[in-house]
């Protein structure tokens, strides 16, 4: 099972997001929450942000204990990049390119952890089963009935 959170269009250079989740990537949940809260760089609040909204979606979601979680993927990706003009001396102009950044990480289950079945779920199989069973009698519905054959006209008659 995987529990997935990202946050898209960060403005931070995803270089020095990197160097804040390579820092924590190898530690279990709750050190890796603690240091990321003590950090001092301007991207640990924003990596943060998304460990903790990937626990409250197993929390929520998917009724998994915080303890039976485990960090699979920390992906820091490239976002989208803006062009600004720098106004130069002699009337010249450079470009800057302002970076964003993507975040995605996903949860996993420590090994030995069994997943009840929530009650979600079991909502979305009812739901799943009820439309089956309405379009099975809509088909049969179509084959009971049968066409009523046309009038046969000829062309003199109106």
Do not use: C, W
Request: glycine share 4%; hydrophobic share 35%; proline share 3%.
């Amino acid at each position: 099972m995987m529990i997935l959170a990202t946050h898209n269009n960060i403005r931070h250079s995803p270089y020095k997001m990197r160097v804040v989740a390579n820092a924590v990537k190898d530690l279990p949940l709750d050190k890796m929450r603690e240091r990321l809260k003590v950090s001092t760089k301007k991207a640990a609040p924003y990596i943060l942000k998304v460990v903790n909204a990937a626990v409250a979606n197993a929390v929520n979601n998917f009724s998994l204990h915080e303890d039976d979680l485990v960090l699979e993927q920390l992906q820091i990706g490239d976002g989208r990049k803006v062009r600004k003009p720098k106004y130069r001396a002699r009337g010249r102009m450079d470009v800057t390119r302002t970076r964003y950044s993507n975040i995605r990480v996903v949860l996993g289950l420590k090994d030995g952890v069994v997943v009840k079945e929530d009650k979600k779920s079991e909502k979305k199989e009812a739901k799943v089963e009820e439309k089956e069973t309405a379009q099975e009698t809509k088909k049969v519905k179509k084959a009971t009935t049968k066409a009523k054959p046309k009038k046969a006209t000829k062309k003199g008659d109106k």
